[in-house]
C-alpha cells in the first residue's frame, strides 16, 4: 500500500493507494511510519483517505484500529474518507468492534471535527 501525506491547517491527511511497492517491501510499514508521523504532528485530526483503496490489507485495518485507540487517548481523532462499500465491508469484516468515523468526503471530515461534541472528545485524564 502506497502512502501520501498532506499537512493541513487543521488536520493531518494521509491518501492510501493500491500496492504499487515492490515485493520485498514490508506493505504496513509505510501506513504505520505515516500514522506515526501523524501522531506526532501536533495536529487535532488525522484523516485516511481511502479513495484511490480497492482493498484493505488485513494488517492496514489493525493498524487503524491501534491508531484509533492511540490518537483518541490523546484527544485526536482519526476519520476514515472515501471508502468504497467493498473496502468498508473489509475493514467491518476485519476489525468488528471498531468505532472509527467514516464519512463520505473530505468536507464531511472538517465538518464532524467542527462539531463541538467532537472538537476535545478524549481528553487524556487529569491526574
Not at 502512502?3 to 515485493?23: K, Q
Request: hydrophobic letters at 40%.
Amino acid at each position: 500500500m502506497e502512502v501520501y501525506r498532506e499537512i493541513l491547517p487543521e488536520s493531518y491527511l494521509l491518501i492510501l493507494a493500491d500496492d504499487v511497492l515492490s515485493p520485498d517491501e514490508q506493505e504496513d510499514d509505510a501506513l504505520d511510519r505515516a500514522l506515526s508521523r501523524a501522531a506526532r504532528s501536533g495536529k487535532s485530526s488525522v484523516w485516511v483517505d481511502c479513495s484511490h483503496l480497492h482493498h484493505l490489507p488485513s494488517d492496514a485495518a489493525e493498524l487503524l484500529s491501534y491508531y484509533y485507540h492511540k490518537l483518541s487517548k490523546h484527544g485526536m481523532s482519526l476519520i476514515l474518507c472515501h471508502l468504497s462499500d467493498f473496502t468498508r465491508q473489509e475493514l467491518q469484516a476485519l476489525v468488528p468492534a471498531l468505532n472509527v468515523p467514516i464519512v463520505p468526503t473530505l468536507l464531511d471530515a472538517e465538518r464532524y471535527c467542527q462539531q463541538p461534541m467532537n472538537l476535545h472528545r478524549a481528553q487524556p485524564d487529569a491526574a
